[in-house]
């Protein structure tokens, strides 16, 4: 019986360690760039592109760019996002320091979309990505996480 609460224990242990690891390992802080950054899958169209991401356990990711709805489409085709139209839409997940997306007569200042478009995947685990396109704006908000 005490070897076998002695395994327990080590492999107690050893799991914590692991976990404070995994920690240790993970990039906790976001690394952000406003209207100038560059995403290697977004068309060369794409203007005023800003990320904001964090790499490691919890990795995620936030685009917003200007881009045509022409462009939007292709890209969407590409990335295999099934677009649906959105109207009076409020956003969440913006990158800090970008601009209201608009100036609403009932809200003020507003991340509203009037009219657009949207592609969302989940995972299991409360991971993926939601994809949003204000169309009267032509701005693309993308958001994905692993978890």
Same mark, same amino acid.
């Given at each position: ?24 390992? $993970? ?22 592109? $800003? ?24 890209l969407a085709k590409r990335k295999n996002w099934e677009l649906g139209e959105i109207k009076d839409k ?28 949207? $592609?969302? $995947? ?19 908000i993308y958001s994905w996480s692993a978890r």
């Amino acid at each position: 019986m005490k070897q076998v609460l002695k395994a327990l224990v080590a492999v107690w242990a050893l799991v914590m360690v692991c976990f404070l690891m995994l920690f240790l390992i $993970s990039d906790t802080d976001f690394k952000t760039e406003l209207n100038t950054a560059t995403v290697p899958w977004l068309p060369p169209e794409a203007k005023h592109v $800003s990320l904001k991401q964090r790499g490691g356990f919890g990795a995620m990711e936030f685009i917003e760019c200007t881009i045509s709805e022409e462009q939007f489409r292709n890209l969407a085709k590409r990335k295999n996002w099934e677009l649906g139209e959105i109207k009076d839409k409020l956003t969440y997940g913006r990158i800090e320091g970008l601009p209201l997306l608009l100036m609403d007569s009932e809200l003020g200042p507003a991340d509203l979309i009037r009219n657009g478009l949207i $592609s969302e $995947s989940r995972a299991p685990n409360g991971g993926g990505y939601t994809v949003l396109y204000d169309i009267d704006l032509q701005r693309m908000i993308y958001s994905w996480s692993a978890r």
